[in-house]
């Protein structure tokens, strides 16, 4: 409180800048990607908008009892490098780039990016876990699709590739929040049918957290997980700047409880993603609420660290 | 998904453009007409604004588990000519614009334009049908004042005109979602004593949507019914682009969710209506919302026509 | 009916404009003031913007059954005077200002101005009233800081330099609605030493208005009591143009619910502060909601005064 | 500077409220309509957003050394009454109500309010006049159309109107700034036979202020003349705000000097029209530059008055 | 005028939609694809955007004297297919989308859409003229630098390939308007050094257009060229919605006088690109802009065919 | 090129963040203040605005032939603390802060924040030199105002406090670029009673580049000098962005030519101030003008240093 939050160049919740990752619990890093948008592109700009979006986020998180960034050695690890019009590249650079931080112990907090940025991300982690890891999606979509207009890498498809690529292990994932209008009666059943478990929106939205915390650790067990918000599975009235929005989605008080609940459960790295600046309110409120999101999935990190 | 789904003319959903309406189950039409309001004008771009925001919609509607855009015939018919300034010419426009429509068997669902445009639905409803049609209103506003000014033909008067012209049927009309500040108590009591029944906002969310539903149908009965959806009873954090917005509206999978309750009522036609895009967010959410509503009726009257 | 409602100079609900308060009970005064804002600013712009969001406010208000309008000598009183660049010169200059309103025995509804302006209102209570006053808030935030960077009038801090001034009475005040992260655990207990009680925004949800008005009449007794109600206490989605917003605030239905909880209490006055129009929507939704809670005041003040 | 400029209710450059017309030089007067547009409305809400942007006005105009607001007694009226959807009965109101002022012997300066704001003007001019009054026109469009959809009284019809009516003198009106596609090569050429000069807006630009002046002072002679100005002769960039936008207009600095030119011209009267605040700059560039044309009309009135 | 503009399914400038090509004089093409753009994405929606911006065109243009759509058969043939994330194939598809325009002896005025997209268009008319084609290109960037980070299909590349393609002309071809900090000195002597001439912007405000028109005429001459408009020659006040935007660009009267002196050019084909809706006002002004661009070169082929 | 531009924590032109100063040339330095705004409040952000604005800045500066990051060491040093809410407190802060860059002999090139910083950076020059410094200034205003409601540090004051304090030359100052209403015939009289010079904008953009070079260098001469950029001196279409916008002032072509003629002057130091953006445009236009300009000043630096 000696210096205005708003002063200096923008970290995520200020702070520290660096790529020394010695004794680094967890560091945030931006993947700023959007070539493998099907609607409205600019999640390119996601990482900035959160950064900015990050400015008030404090310590101590109330609600959970912690001092988030006081237990924890958290630093702001910059972007990885990617390549605009080249998704297939982009997920390789995405998987060497977080190589070394797996390496060095730290939890990833991905900063998205379109979702197509989870194939890199789930390769370097099953990579580093020796073993395919389970994923806990919370998304509008499942995003199992095989294929759009031809193109195979896709941010409506890192999930069917990352099961032929042996990276994912579908039967300790848990999708939730699924709604809007599909192609098909089988898109959904596609998903089940790789092994996948899901909970559409409305029975999300029914269950509540305590049901939801339960199927979750029942579905993940011991093995390594991560997890994966897509921030479209907020209604699109408190998250409109994201490239493929569906009506009636979750309350962000809704969302944070589900986080909330998974208190406990050892993540091995998270993302949140398909954050599009140029769509969100002049006041920036989706990057705000991916920000605060980033800052429970610390708490999670910190509970989890003990 | 061949094709990125924001290549080409924007009509509703990717539909055909055209008024050949041999076959045609369902006919998405827009009335571009916003001299009515009395304040915040713009619903003139809502035809194209809702037609924007479509641009998702896809076929299959899983959470009622029909082929929406695969089991009927639906087309997009282009927009009825109305006269801006002239409120009373193009009600008699809009009639003889449906007309042809109802006498083809089609569904139409109308796109507006403010709610003064209903007048012109009603006569052709009820012109067709041979009998005064019962109304089920979702609205913020009752819409039932008797002039605004001296002017007879405005957006709060709409079925005060109905029933005067006998086209309307209050006895088989459900009106839900009223909230907000009056110009009297009488308001609302006027709206009973022409025989309509009304459940304001507060009751609507207490009450839900299985209550709701029993109530519309036992006050529609058998005879010809229609659907007028307001997008102002909808909270504007979610519908910001409208003319005459109330704080403290449905959120809107509680409005989702009411209209899936009627599943299996015969809808002779619809309309969602007062959507104003230059009030809307950057993001377009007023439109794609209301495109959501009118696909919510197309899948009523697909589960209608079996 | 016979004007349109956008006619004319905007006063507050298009209430007669006047510094002449015989037979006054209410007044609605702007503070114009944002000097003491931490983060974004633009609040000293809120009573142009509240007051422009109130054209649609008419005079009945059904959810309560009371002609606010009719049945209350409502006035606006236009702005006071307050000095940016000078938080302390500001709260001399609005107690300075407040005091012949409430030596008319009108009621004043204030309209902000950031959060820093309470203390001079306070001041201005408790020379009226010859004692310390109660405090009904609603607030994302308790504001009982000490300094922040140095000063000591701040929009965080007036509640505890109030304490220090003898001008609040902790022991009959009750805060409510705080939420998001804190730089210590020992934000909330700070405010709770002082006297105060708090009830969070996760329990504040729970408990619903049933409970919510049982405590605050526990507390506040009969002792002379006023409202102060921070925008920020609803969500962003809802109340975007804000200076220091929180994600996962309350609804606008819930907030409306907890004051109409309130009816019978006769509040001295009330504000509703951190409007900060270069931060809202298009629509203007916050300051639209900023109208109504104003209105919902001036609502409770006409059930007090019979 | 003892106080805030943005304190206290939105009046005019900050104007006393008063339509008490004793011993007032000018009248700023809004009229909030805009029925009458064929494209995009909203110029309803013109006046309040021109006011809200004559706050930063200061009393001395350096360019022409003059002090405006010290020299002349000016007053902000009000709004003139009129009806929205009824364009035809809100001319009337219009002429009805300027009528008491230019019998007080005031300068109306007009705030629209669309276009078809400038018949009702001109008639009550010709009626205090005892004779037809000549227009200088600023305008992209010449509104010398016949009508719109068998509609008589539009936005682009006014001095076909006044013609007819013989309320204009079209042989001592000069109308300038018009560019942009039209419906044929007889549009420009029907306005030219009805006896108005036309300065096409290439030809304006090039010939520059002191050509126009001397064309504009041999047109009008020494009959009564009065100003309107169409903020859409302004480029799109510095007045997006407005209801039919034209691309390639004139600079402000342009614009501004023009009307300068015609310093030591007394003009019965002014307005400036088709301010659409919905499609204007955050910053309220529009407004902001409307409430400039207007000071500059005050300006010119002042000299005029000596 | 017997119907409003703002009537019907958008088409450019309410042209018919068809992709019937008998008789047809000039096809206005959408191209919505943006994965090659190295900032700011969203010109995917360009066509969507220019299209609605085209709403108020109409047939006649005074400034040339030509009545545009009456003395040509135009049509809008809808938008070309291409492939996001694949801006190789995109190419391709675009060539071949244009195959059967050129076929038709049809002038094809494309709406971009990124820059990339006029390789495309570029080998559809070497293989249509049977040589390669010259280029008069208005830009603020020469586009031919030779890859970015790896990617050679990319929008500030396709002069390059299209040399080395041999499908432009360079000895033919005139760029100007460029301006804006370079990667080094040699990037324009690179295009320079590729037999590209190019007049940079401030040179370009100040010759002229007569001096523009007569190196333009002289650079050409009588082999087949054609003409592509980067929106970002216009400054950014004007063509906010632009992918890469540079301060102190042409003004649109510049810009439109520049086109109309090239009356006479037979080109054989146009583009105007890089409108990224997502980031223009309020108003559109640059969908509006480019609209009316497209309209120019309407003009210019109305003139070239007599 | 082989990273995308937009990757990475955003500092100014994508240079490396650091406070070591040893052989730096010139420093880019946030002063993220905005308490002494008199209108609109904002520029607090207008750091974070720059920087972000400044991603597509490339080395090479083509219109004045210099490798602008490549023959000069220039770094971003981050922001200076301030104190929100004192203005006097901070211009102490932000002379204090300065001094450590000038010791080093780096040029300071200071984002504002609004204009009262000036001060501060005033008494840092002068410290630095030993003796008061001349001041070149381009600004709608000329600051030179006593007081604000008593306040004497705000932003219409600065350069006459720092004549009362000697730290500015007015014989070797040139204030250029004046325009709007004032209060009084006087104040811009009393600027020059106090020995500065003034252009007024009308007549700067007379004269042009040439002779504004020529009195810049007449008056300046052989002293200390360093150059103000009130960011509002630009036309509000191309910087919205700002406190207090003025119509009809320079273009940025103009503005930027009117900088370039000033090569060969060694300023000891720059500053771009009033940058508001909560007012700039969804391009952030405003910013990025800025940013440009605050490219010409380092090439400016780059010419003097050889």
Same mark, same amino acid.
């Given at each position: 409180?000696?210096?205005?939050?708003?002063?200096?160049?923008?970290?995520?919740?200020?702070?520290?800048?660096?790529?020394?990752?010695?004794?680094?619990?967890?560091?945030?890093?931006?993947?700023?990607?959007?070539?493998?948008?099907?609607?409205?592109?600019?999640?390119?700009?996601?990482?900035?908008?959160?950064?900015?979006?990050?400015?008030?986020?404090?310590?101590?998180?109330?609600?959970?009892?912690?001092?988030?960034? +006081?237990?924890?050695? %958290? $630093?702001?690890? &910059? =972007?990885?490098?990617?390549?605009? @019009?080249?998704?297939?590249?982009? !997920? /390789?650079?995405?998987?060497?780039?977080?190589?070394?931080?797996?390496?060095? +112990?730290?939890?990833? %907090? $991905?900063?998205? &990016? =379109?979702?197509?940025?989870?194939? @890199?991300?789930?390769?370097?982690? !099953? /990579?580093?876990?020796?073993?395919?890891?389970?994923?806990?999606?919370?998304?509008?979509?499942?995003?199992?699709?095989?294929?759009?207009?031809?193109?195979?890498?896709?941010?409506?498809?890192?999930?069917?590739? /990352?099961?032929?690529?042996?990276?994912?292990?579908?039967?300790?994932?848990?999708?939730?929040?699924?709604?809007?209008?599909?192609?098909?009666?089988?898109?959904?059943?596609?998903?089940?049918?790789?092994?996948?478990?899901?909970?559409?929106?409305?029975?999300?939205?029914?269950?509540?957290?305590?049901?939801?915390?339960?199927?979750?650790?029942?579905?993940?067990?011991?093995?390594?997980?991560?997890?994966?918000?897509?921030?479209?599975?907020i209604d699109p009235a408190f998250a409109p700047g994201t490239g493929t929005p569906e009506v009636a989605g979750l309350l962000p008080h809704e969302a944070l409880v589900l986080l909330r609940s998974l208190a406990g459960i050892e993540?091995?790295?998270?993302?949140?993603?398909?954050?599009?600046?140029?769509?969100?309110?002049?006041?920036?409120?989706?990057?705000?609420?991916?920000?605060?999101?980033?800052?429970?999935?610390?708490?999670?990190?910190?509970?989890?660290?003990?």
């Amino acid at each position: 409180m000696s210096i205005p939050r708003y002063t200096g160049v923008r970290t995520f919740a200020r702070l520290p800048h660096t790529t020394e990752l010695g004794g680094v619990d967890a560091a945030v890093i931006g993947v700023p990607f959007d070539t493998a948008t099907s609607f409205r592109p600019g999640a390119r700009f996601g990482p900035e908008a959160i950064r900015s979006g990050s400015t008030l986020l404090r310590p101590y998180h109330p609600a959970v009892s912690v001092d988030v960034l +006081g237990s924890l050695n %958290v $630093v702001d690890y &910059g =972007d990885l490098v990617t390549t605009p @019009g080249n998704a297939e590249r982009s !997920a /390789a650079q995405i998987a060497e780039g977080l190589a070394p931080v797996l390496d060095a +112990g730290a939890v990833p %907090v $991905v900063l998205g &990016g =379109d979702h197509s940025i989870v194939l @890199g991300e789930l390769r370097a982690h !099953a /990579a580093a876990a020796g073993e395919p890891v389970g994923v806990v999606l919370l998304d509008a979509h499942a995003d199992t699709w095989d294929e759009y207009y031809g193109e195979r890498y896709f941010h409506g498809t890192p999930f069917r590739r /990352a099961v032929e690529e042996g990276v994912v292990a579908p039967e300790r994932s848990l999708f939730a929040g699924m709604r809007g209008p599909l192609y098909a009666e089988s898109d959904l059943e596609d998903a089940r049918a790789m092994g996948f478990e899901l909970i559409q929106g409305d029975e999300l939205r029914a269950i509540g957290p305590g049901d939801y915390s339960q199927r979750v650790r029942a579905r993940v067990g011991d093995g390594p997980v991560v997890m994966s918000f897509d921030i479209d599975v907020i209604d699109p009235a408190f998250a409109p700047g994201t490239g493929t929005p569906e009506v009636a989605g979750l309350l962000p008080h809704e969302a944070l409880v589900l986080l909330r609940s998974l208190a406990g459960i050892e993540f091995r790295g998270f993302d949140v993603v398909e954050v599009a600046p140029p769509y969100d309110s002049a006041a920036q409120t989706t990057a705000m609420l991916a920000a605060n999101v980033a800052y429970e999935m610390l708490a999670l990190t910190a509970v989890a660290r003990g």
